[in-house]
């Protein structure tokens, strides 16, 4: 009964961890994030983050295509609302395990090839599912509009249990507790710790030390005479169910699913917020997706008016003028801003926001104590 | 924490984990508590109420969504009492004094849909959650209003839609929380069917470009259902991806199809994209079948016509308002439109300052912001005086009912504005249909 068999430092991450969760709320709310659907973004496309890291982070296998997995746990999860039960559980479940299986089929034929060959590969195998799902496949993802909920869906399990069907849609639900709101933010919490902590275990094992060669230098162990295919295929298959499971989370808080999920601009997204928190550490992508999503949901939402209050303690033409310039960057231009704060991480951080952290954690450790940096990951640059 | 070593504290980590496992559920409830305090979703209780304008800030129905923004503003100064009141004036109802709804000022918050439902709900989640929006208005694309209506329903708030002209708004996708002033594109083809029938005669080849979505699929199946009961025939329907910018690859085999008519079932940038490029490919110069080739656009706005400029001269199509009516509403809204930003508003302006305005009314009617109680004052409600003329909500489908124009691109246009002209105005009559016959099912009110 060792399961939880980690150092020290790996431990206090992992309650730091747990404790940010819990307090979500509370620590959001100051920065005018703390409300139920934003904190979930943040747990969800955490995992989705955590789960490519396995395979970026570790590897150094860039793939364009991770988005593919997402949407399909999202069909996955409204499929089992709408047949099987509202139940979340099965949901999640089926997520995870169609994401691995899809991981499985792209990352058999798209892993002979490394490089930029292996990106370019899975961002062809996303835009086919993101085609599919758009047009093709549109008797099962309902096309543009996406996959909805309906009165009279079949639900079987739920009819099976005797569960009444209610007047209007019914919610999403663990045993009767909604997975709206809040609850829906504990839940996709816990499976962001549960997330977290299976990726510490792999970034401490035997087996993430392998996928860390593999990014150091492959031939080399090519040349050992050991097959790196299985460790690079498993590290892609896992990081595929992660995404799964984070698209059935998206349909568990929100049970709606559609096919721009799915688009190449969805896989790039995830590429930059592990990228903007530090690819190769165990917090940085959780870091990167919160930034980005906050930038996406609070900063795109500051619109003329807002500002005029914001600036209304200056004179009448320096307000309008303040309100214009700072307009550039919020609003319709929150894009601009994260651009340039990406720009800003990469050129002078390229491990990230996690590098910064660790900068100034040494400066002050070593001004005090004169040990060196307790966390040594792999910096980024070195794919 | 202690300062025992990691391989002798597994059971003290099973019982902190079990405990933060507790915490974690038992956290929930004190949050969720809060929301069974108040009697529906986002009761005001302060001197204020929250309206959420969701519009496409960014992708191809962009230019659509600022002019709905400018209208909702407008719409916002007149239920304040500032500004001139516009429409208010000629609305049949008197409820509204211009101090805002029920002794409450109107404030507003917005979000940018991107034309993505994603990204819509999520902008319409933030704005229910955060913002406290008591309803939510907007949206410029059919997806993008079915997932928010879906959304608004779950939430228990009131969906006012925007611009959306699918059936399925008010169709197959039809909820209780969701009501929908603009027209749909079966009282298109009912409307157009006649026109094109006058002007191009019953012996027709049509081709479809479609825009491959929601509206694009209803657009041409009614078109296709009018016309070809008239006698028309279709060549073929090809599918085009929304915002593709080149459209020549699909144009080019009509060319060699033996259609003589092309419909272009595009919107907003789109269209202006697709109409451009079938005229630079000469399409309307030459004869088919002994005929000359002719272009419809079956959904027209004042800014595309704009963005095709030359193009769409003599081109017919149909729109729910144009600004260029003479009635006291028409020219009330446009002046005080055209006042404020200098120039005239669009319909996608038009349909959303006459759904802020609906809003208001109803809750003032109401006494209330009670979605049930709200769309009970809407249900079945009989207004004139918003410029298309008497106007019903009708309350199987919350769907309006009005005359619907049909216009054509204007051959001597006396301004950069004045592009389209009303060839007729259908009655009502002629383009009202059973509630039944889209499907769907509204279900119960949803108060949160």
């Known amino acids: 009964m060792n399961w939880l068999n980690i150092n020290k430092n790996d431990r206090n991450l992992l309650i730091g961890f747990i404790v940010v969760v819990l307090l979500g709320p509370l620590i959001m709310e100051p920065i005018g994030g703390g409300y139920p659907d934003l904190l979930q973004k943040f747990a969800i496309f955490g995992i989705f983050a955590i789960g490519f890291n396995i395979l970026f982070g570790l590897t150094g296998y860039l793939s364009f295509g991770h988005a593919a997995f997402l949407g399909i746990g999202s069909y996955t999860a409204v499929w089992s609302f709408k047949l099987l039960t509202m139940n979340v559980i099965p949901a999640i479940i089926l997520a995870t395990l169609l994401g691995g299986f899809f991981a499985l089929i792209i990352g058999f034929i798209a892993l002979r090839r490394s490089g930029i060959y292996f990106s370019i590969l899975t961002l062809a195998f996303a835009q086919m599912s993101y085609n599919l799902a758009y047009s093709v496949l549109t008797p099962i993802t309902n096309g543009e509009t996406g996959l909805q909920l309906r009165l009279h869906d079949a639900r079987v399990v739920d009819g099976l249990f005797g569960v009444e069907r209610t007047a209007g849609l019914p919610n999403t639900e663990l045993f009767g507790l909604a997975m709206s709101g809040w609850n829906g933010y504990y839940f996709c919490g816990f499976l962001a710790i549960v997330g977290f902590f299976i990726s510490l275990r792999i970034f401490r094992s035997p087996f993430g030390l392998m996928l860390r060669a593999v990014k150091s230098n492959q031939h080399r162990l090519s040349y050992t005479g050991l097959n790196t295919r299985p460790y690079t295929l498993a590290a892609f298959v896992i990081s595929g169910m992660y995404a799964g499971l984070a698209g059935g989370l998206l349909a568990v808080t929100d049970p709606l699913a559609g096919a721009e999920r799915m688009q190449w601009t969805a896989s790039g997204e995830v590429v930059l917020m592990t990228i903007f928190g530090g690819a190769g550490t165990l917090l940085g992508p959780v870091i990167g997706s919160a930034v980005i999503k906050y930038f996406e949901n609070i900063f795109s939402s500051f619109n003329e008016g807002i500002l005029l209050n914001a600036f209304s303690f200056l004179p009448e033409g320096l307000q309008q003028a303040f309100a214009w310039t700072v307009g550039l960057f919020v609003g319709e231009g929150w894009h601009l801003t994260l651009g340039l704060l990406f720009m800003f991480i990469v050129i002078f951080l390229p491990g990230g926001l996690m590098e910064g952290a660790t900068r100034i954690k040494s400066l002050f450790q070593s001004s005090t104590k004169g040990s060196p940096p307790i966390q040594k990951d792999l910096p980024v640059e070195k794919s | ?448």
Not at chain 2, 134 to 156: D, H, K, P, R, Y
Not at chain 2, 269 to 276: E, G, H, I, Y
Not at chain 2, 380 to 391: C, E, H, Q, V
Not at chain 2, 403 to 429: I, Y
Request: hydrophobic letters at 35%.
């Open chain 2, 1 to 448: 924490m202690s300062n025992e070593t990691p391989t002798n504290n597994s059971r003290r980590n099973i019982l902190k984990g079990t405990v933060a496992i507790a915490a974690a559920s038992t956290m929930p409830l004190i949050f969720s508590n809060k929301a069974f305090a108040a009697n529906y979703t986002n009761e005001p209780t302060g001197s204020t109420v929250t309206f959420g304008f969701n519009v496409p800030q960014t992708g191809a129905y962009a230019d659509e969504g600022a002019d709905e923004l400018r209208a909702y503003k407008l719409a916002v100064q007149h239920i304040n009492g500032e500004g001139d009141g516009g429409m208010m004036n000629t609305f049949s109802s008197k409820a509204l004094k211009g101090n805002g709804v029920n002794g409450k000022k109107v404030v507003y918050v917005t979000g940018d849909t991107q034309t993505k439902s994603d990204a819509a709900r999520a902008s319409a989640k933030r704005m229910i959650e955060k913002d406290g929006a008591v309803m939510i208005t907007g949206g410029s694309s059919s997806g993008v209003a079915i997932a928010v209506q879906g959304l608004c329903q779950e939430a228990g708030v009131i969906f006012m839609a925007g611009l959306t002209h699918s059936n399925d708004t008010t169709g197959k996708d039809k909820k209780a929380n969701g009501f929908r002033h603009f027209f749909n594109t079966e009282m298109t083809g009912a409307a157009l069917a006649p026109v094109l029938k006058n002007n191009y005669g019953t012996d027709r080849v049509a081709y479809h470009l479609t825009a491959d979505y929601t509206w694009g699929h209803s657009q041409e199946g009614s078109i296709r259902k009018y016309t070809e009961s008239m006698g028309w025939k279709t060549a073929q329907a090809v599918p085009t991806p929304v915002g593709a910018g080149d459209f020549s690859q699909y144009i080019t085999p009509v060319l060699n199809s033996g259609a003589d008519v092309l419909v272009l079932n595009h919107y907003g940038k789109d269209m202006v994209n697709s109409l451009t490029q079938a005229i630079q490919f000469g399409l309307r110069d030459r004869q088919v079948n002994g005929k000359q080739f002719e272009i419809v656009v079956p959904l027209y706005s004042r800014l595309m016509a704009a963005g095709a400029g030359e193009n769409v001269k003599g081109i017919f199509g149909s729109t729910n308002w144009h600004w260029s009516l003479q009635d006291a509403g028409s020219k009330a809204f446009v002046k005080s439109f055209g006042k404020a930003y200098g120039f005239p508003p669009s319909q996608a302006a038009h349909t959303t300052y006459c759904q802020a305005i609906l809003y208001a009314d109803a809750c003032q009617r109401a006494g209330s912001f009670k979605p049930s109680a709200v769309g009970a004052a809407l249900e079945g409600f009989k207004f004139d005086g918003l410029g298309n003329g008497p106007t019903e909500y009708r309350a199987e489908d919350h769907q309006c009912f009005k005359d619907v124009l049909v216009v054509k691109g204007k051959e001597n246009p006396s301004s950069k504005f004045d592009v389209l002209e009303v060839v007729e105005v259908t009655p009502r009559a002629q383009v009202e249909y059973e509630a039944s016959m889209l499907g769907g099912n509204l279900g119960p009110y949803n108060n949160g």
